[in-house]
Antibody, heavy 119, light 107 residues
Framework: EVQMLESGGGLVQPGGSLRLSCAASGFTFSTYVMAWVRQAPGKGLEWVSS????????LYADSVKGRFTISRDNSKSTLSLQMNSLRADDTAVYYC????????????WGQGTLVTVSS | DIQMTQSPSTLSASVGGRVTITCRAS??????LAWYQQKPGKAPILLIYNTSILETGVPSKFSGGGSVTEFTLTISSLQPHDSATYYC?????????FGQGTKVEIK
């Protein structure tokens, strides 16, 4: 059974940092592109960042480029998102998602972790 | 960036009825379009990918169609548990983009 459990969310002040983690199991982690998608309260879905199966590439939305860093540890089946210089508009539920590769959609989403940026 | 526009934003339908949601892309995305269902407080679930392929375990009451820039999601034999927000998403090119969502209410 596929499981993806996010952790690390919480309340942080503007300008602060937070590190999200996603512990995955039930599938061959290194085979999958992994990504983060967020959803601000009451709003729609926004792609944040993706990383290749071997960590061979990383991509970021313009809104987070230079502030967020995605990484993965295939030996531990974990995905991470280091978030620096956080702003109020980063407040959202952050979902860990997986995708088999080019031509495939986001086939499983974790339950999400809430990040609140507020003073 | 490729913009995805869904219509309508909300719709209401009767139990047993059928609804169709439209998703338009601002440029060609070939067939790289997916549909997700999200219920309040829950993570999205993949329903359809590559425009019309049903994800494993998804009931055949859901169907997708279209191509290039115009796509549809049809839900038939509506039941109360189909109440949710439905999102389209293009994965033809980064940044991946989503429609704004269509909230479906079952009367």
């Amino acid at each position: 059974e596929v499981q993806m459990l996010e952790s690390g969310g919480g309340l942080v002040q503007p300008g602060g940092s937070l590190r999200l983690s996603c512990a995955a199991s039930g599938f061959t982690f290194s085979t999958y592109v992994m990504a983060w998608v967020r959803q601000a309260p009451g709003k729609g879905l926004e792609w944040v960042s993706s990383i290749g199966g071997r960590g061979d590439y990383t991509l970021y939305a313009d809104s987070v480029k230079g502030r967020f860093t995605i990484s993965r540890d295939n030996s531990k089946s974990t995905l991470s998102l280091q978030m620096n210089s956080l702003r109020a508009d980063d407040t959202a539920v952050y979902y860990c998602v997986k995708k088999l590769g080019y031509g495939y959609a986001l086939d499983y989403w974790g339950q999400g972790t809430l990040v609140t940026v507020s003073s | 960036d490729i913009q995805m526009t869904q219509s309508p934003s909300t719709l209401s339908a009767s139990v047993g009825g059928r609804v169709t949601i439209t998703c338009r892309a601002s440029q060609s995305i070939s067939s790289w379009l997916a549909w997700y269902q999200q219920k309040p407080g829950k993570a999205p679930i993949l329903l359809i990918y590559n425009t019309s392929i049903l994800e494993t375990g998804v009931p055949s009451k859901f169907s997708g169609g279209g191509s290039v820039t115009e796509f549809t999601l049809t839900i038939s034999s509506l039941q109360p548990h189909d109440s949710a927000t439905y999102y389209c998403q293009q994965y033809n090119a980064y940044p991946w983009t989503f429609g704004q969502g269509t909230k479906v209410e079952i009367k």
